[in-house]
């Protein structure tokens, strides 16, 4: 799977399958940020499945879900507060909401 960086610690990158979770580590990512609702598409792993596989990698782990490109001043927060952890992974099903965020992460 191939990341989109928008900074040397932050990536984006589309739904992430629970396998993937076992690789980040490894590449230097130390916490993991989901920003897509459960069930936004039938067969998707849910938030609590790749947080049960962060947890066993070491991984942080973070669900912020957004629906659109809609988010909070405490969405911000909290990414805010993810980001100071080091390197980033965010997913959403395309990637695009988590940049968003970031964006507004970096205002």
Known sequence: MSFTYLSDSFAVTGQIEP????????QGFVAVV???????????P?????KAICDA???DFEYIPMVGPNFTV???NRL???LAKG???AFCRSGNRSSILWRAAQE
Request: proline share 3%; aromatic share 0%.
């Open 19 to 26: 396998s993937l979770v076992e690789e980040l580590s490894s």
């Open 34 to 44: 989901c920003n897509r609702p459960d069930n936004e598409e039938q067969g998707q």
């Open 46 to 50: 849910s938030a609590s499945e790749v």
């Open 57 to 59: 990698q070491g991984l």
């Open 74 to 76: 405490e969405d911000v």
């Open 80 to 82: 805010k507060t993810v």
């Open 87 to 89: 390197k980033v992974l």
